[in-house]
């Protein structure tokens, strides 16, 4: 059985103040991205590829390790 769910309606300035704030916030992804990935090209080439990566992986554990503790508690 498939449920229809209700549209959202906005009025003009909201939808148009809510575009406006989803361009910004789609902007400031791509400079994040285009820093990030500088930063990575960097780091690469100060510390080498294999310390990077080492640190990639140390980085992704201990958040999920994090992220473990959290649900752990609750």
Do not use: Y
């Not at 990030?36 to 958040?63: C, D, K, M, P, Y």
């Amino acid at each position: 059985m498939r449920r229809t769910f209700p549209l959202l309606r906005l009025s003009p300035e909201a939808a148009g103040q809510l575009q406006h704030d989803h361009q910004r916030a789609i902007q400031k992804l791509h400079a994040l991205e285009l820093e990030h990935a500088e930063f990575v090209r960097q780091v690469r080439a100060l510390i080498g590829a294999s310390a990077l990566w080492q640190l990639q992986t140390a980085t992704r554990n201990a958040v999920l390790l994090d992220a473990l503790k959290k649900e752990a508690k609750v």
